[in-house]
């Protein structure tokens, strides 16, 4: 049983909504664990939320065992490339150069993503600020 669940995850962000306030929006950046996700979800309805790409960058790494480390850094690169840029047809860009060279693994793992938790590009508020 996995202490980091939905009812743990919830009953932490309850406890901790007051103690932050909610005086402004605030940006949760978070490692992709669906138990936090839903517990964000469920207690900070107002606010938003981002993958962490240090997170995101491992379960990519994770997905192409076997590979160079070279293929590795090229491909970390570029995800990255595509995270920070901010321009809507730049991330597009990137992005299918990412493809071209992922192949299927990486538009694979991708796909399970919704882009507006991870690129700047799409991003619904602040990623970044205190």
């Known amino acids: 049983m996995s202490c980091e669940d939905t009812i743990n995850w919830t009953w932490f962000l309850r406890e901790l909504r007051p103690t932050i306030g909610m005086d402004r929006k605030i940006t949760f950046i978070l490692d992709r664990h ?6 964000v979800q469920a207690v900070f309805l107002e606010c938003y939320h981002g993958f962490c790409l240090y997170h995101m960058k491992f379960n990519l790494l994770d997905k192409l ?3 160079t480390s070279t293929y590795h850094d090229r491909l970390v690169y570029k995800m990255k490339e595509c995270a920070y840029t901010p321009d809507v047809n730049k991330f597009h860009e990137k992005l299918e150069s990412l493809y071209n060279e992922g192949g299927k693994e990486v538009e694979d793992f ?3 993503i919704l882009v507006q938790n991870w690129a700047n590009a ?5 990623r970044y600020d205190e």
């Open 34 to 39: 669906q138990g936090i996700i839903e517990g």
């Open 65 to 67: 065992k076997g590979k």
């Open 110 to 112: 991708l796909s399970e």
């Open 122 to 126: 799409y991003f619904l508020f602040q």
